[in-house]
Nanobody, 124 residues
Framework: VLLQASGGDLVQPGGSLRLSCAAS????????VAWFRQTPGTEREFVTA???????YYGDAVKGRFTISRNNAENTVYLQMNSLKPEDTAVYYC???????????????????WGQGTLVTVSS
């Protein structure tokens, strides 16, 4: 399984950005796919997850501003980020957790596959 994350960029505060996570080697349709983010010296922070292709869950820091979505035909998951803040600056990772149960979706250790990360910088 290969996850390819892309779309990171420099954006001004209040702006928007869409990240993509394209998968190969496994169909994402009914899988749990998540986005995490990380800054230097910190642990990976849960951003959002789409649980088995049904409900979506969000971290408190991004709720109401970020949206996870899927394009099953392209086997790709997206992260739409609106109203970006400087504190959203991080490397964003997509992850796949085929064996996850709902109570574990916020734990990065429970994910089996990771993309390489894409850098989002929010700054004026």
């Amino acid at each position: 399984v290969l996850l390819q994350a892309s779309g990171g960029d420099l954006v001004q505060p209040g702006g928007s950005l869409r990240l993509s996570c394209a998968a190969s080697g496994r169909t994402l349709t009914r899988e749990t796919v998540a986005w995490f983010r990380q800054t230097p010296g910190t642990e990976r922070e849960f951003v959002t997850a789409s649980f088995r292709g049904t409900n979506s869950y969000y971290g408190d820091a991004v709720k109401g501003r970020f949206t996870i979505s899927r394009n099953n035909a392209e086997n790709t998951v997206y992260l739409q980020m609106n109203s970006l803040k400087p504190e959203d600056t991080a490397v964003y990772y997509c992850a796949l957790g085929p064996r996850l149960i709902l109570s574990s979706i916020r734990n990065p250790a429970q994910y089996d596959y990771w993309g390489q990360g894409t850098l989002v910088t929010v700054s004026s």
